[in-house]
């Protein structure tokens, strides 16, 4: 029996080519790519940027890297920019925070890839629910979600 989510609804109505990966939740991005048998430079964290009152952005950070506010800032053309609590990311999403996607949002808002994800044959993303992940296609990707392809991110420093 395959539960279905909001995000796996909506990709079905795209009509792109994807998988389903279902995973016990992971404690780290690492451990989620382990799971899923990906790269972790292939494994997408949406995080949801607030830039004004009722307007956010979704930006697709890859794992081994870290969202820089500056490239942002700069990306958006705006001086501020902020993190939504979960209460806040769960209202203009309808999403619970770690398992936030684009893909049956409840408001389509714009979304930015992170350029160094492009050299995967295969993207994972959040599929609406703790441990739902939607593998497909870069191009595919960002072509169903309109998505700028731009460099946003640096390198996570190593762990001790």
């Given at each position: 029996?395959?539960?279905?989510?909001?995000?796996?609804?909506?990709?079905?109505?795209?009509?792109?080519?994807?998988?389903?990966?279902?995973?016990?939740?992971?404690?780290?991005?690492?451990?989620s790519a382990a799971l899923?048998?990906?790269?972790?430079?292939?494994?997408?964290?949406?995080?949801?940027?607030?830039?004004?009152?009722?307007d956010y952005v979704f930006?697709?950070?890859?794992?081994?890297?870290?969202?820089?506010?500056?490239?942002?800032?700069?990306?958006?053309?705006?001086?501020?920019?902020?993190?939504?609590?979960?209460?806040?990311?769960?209202?203009?999403?309808?999403?619970?925070?770690?398992?936030?996607?684009?893909?049956?949002?409840?408001?389509?808002?714009?979304?930015?890839?992170?350029?160094?994800?492009?050299?995967?044959?295969?993207?994972?993303?959040?599929?609406?629910?703790?441990?739902?992940?939607?593998?497909?296609?870069?191009?595919?990707?960002?072509s169903a979600l309109g998505?700028?392809?731009?460099?946003?991110?640096?390198?996570?420093?190593?762990?001790?």
């Amino acid at each position: 029996m395959t539960k279905t989510t909001r995000a796996t609804d909506a990709i079905d109505a795209i009509g792109i080519p994807y998988r389903v990966v279902r995973t016990e939740r992971a404690g780290s991005a690492a451990e989620s790519a382990a799971l899923q048998g990906v790269e972790l430079g292939a494994l997408l964290r949406t995080i949801v940027v607030r830039r004004g009152e009722d307007d956010y952005v979704f930006v697709l950070v890859p794992g081994g890297r870290r969202f820089d506010w500056p490239k942002v800032r700069a990306r958006l053309g705006v001086k501020r920019l902020s993190l939504p609590d979960a209460d806040e990311a769960r209202e203009v999403t309808g999403y619970e925070r770690g398992a936030i996607t684009p893909f049956g949002a409840t408001r389509a808002w714009p979304v930015i890839v992170d350029a160094s994800a492009m050299g995967h044959d295969t993207m994972a993303i959040g599929g609406g629910a703790h441990g739902v992940n939607l593998h497909l296609a870069p191009a595919d990707l960002v072509s169903a979600l309109g998505a700028q392809v731009v460099d946003v991110t640096v390198p996570e420093p190593p762990t001790a």
